[in-house]
């Protein structure tokens, strides 16, 4: 079956708009996750969905960013006013129930 | 929060040789996965491995919980087995902690 899918793959936008990215995870997942891979900091969590569960956005990096997933289903992370430390893969993931995650190949953005 | 290391940071290889790359966690986890990450960026599952032994074609991993360490074996290296592998733990349905890798270069 179809795996996670990201869009864009790559975005490249000025300092200071705002970006969406674009998560459609494994169809019956229950789980969705991003999280972020840059030079500096390695892979870090993002944010966290389950089922109807409020989200864990303890991992979000400043109020700059925000994410809602709809239906249970796709899931689309906001970046206001993006800043050159933004500049970072995404990536998504899913799972079912929560347990072995699967990962998007990622959006990569940059910040100029 | 729970810290994860990875050893060696790098390990160049000749092809067909063998090799052990280790995953220790400093706490209780029930969840540990091993990825691949090829050249493209895309991180690959590997095993999903919280306790016990698992093997898959040239691939194995042991993860001992009560000693909080994991291992991956690879045998018979490949080019194609260059990249980045991580290991990432978790407990029960949580977020991933991603280790910092062990980058692989495999030389014909």
């Known amino acids: 079956g179809a795996g996670v899918s990201q869009s864009p793959s790559n975005k490249v936008t000025e300092k200071g708009k705002d970006v969406e990215l674009r998560c459609d995870p494994i169809s019956g997942h229950t789980a969705l996750y991003w999280y972020r891979q840059s030079l500096g900091q390695g892979l870090e969590f993002l944010i966290y969905f389950q089922g109807n569960s409020a989200p864990d956005k303890s991992g979000l990096p400043s109020d700059r960013f925000s994410a809602e997933r709809t239906g249970g289903s796709v899931s689309t992370l906001t970046i206001q006013r993006t800043q050159q430390e933004d500049s970072a893969v995404y990536l998504c993931?899913?799972?079912?129930?929560?347990?072995?995650?699967?990962f998007g190949p990622g959006t990569r953005l940059t910040v100029t | 929060g729970i810290q994860v290391e990875q050893s060696p940071p790098d390990l160049i290889l000749q092809e067909g040789a063998n090799s052990t790359l280790r995953c220790n966690f400093s706490?209780?986890?029930?969840?540990l996965q091993w990825f691949h990450q090829n050249p493209w960026g895309q991180l690959i599952n590997l095993f999903y491995?919280?306790?016990g032994t698992k093997q898959n074609g040239r691939l194995s991993a042991t993860t001992v919980a009560t000693e909080r360490y994991s291992l991956l074996y690879i045998s018979s290296s490949q080019t194609t087995d260059s990249g980045v592998y991580f290991c990432?733990?978790?407990?029960?349905?949580?977020?991933?902690?991603f280790g910092t890798g062990t980058r692989l270069q495999v030389f014909p």
């Open positions: 993931a899913s799972s079912f129930r929560g347990y072995e995650q699967y």
């Open positions: 706490d209780s986890v029930n969840n």
């Open positions: 491995i919280p306790s």
């Open positions: 990432a733990v978790g407990r029960d349905t949580d977020k991933l902690i």
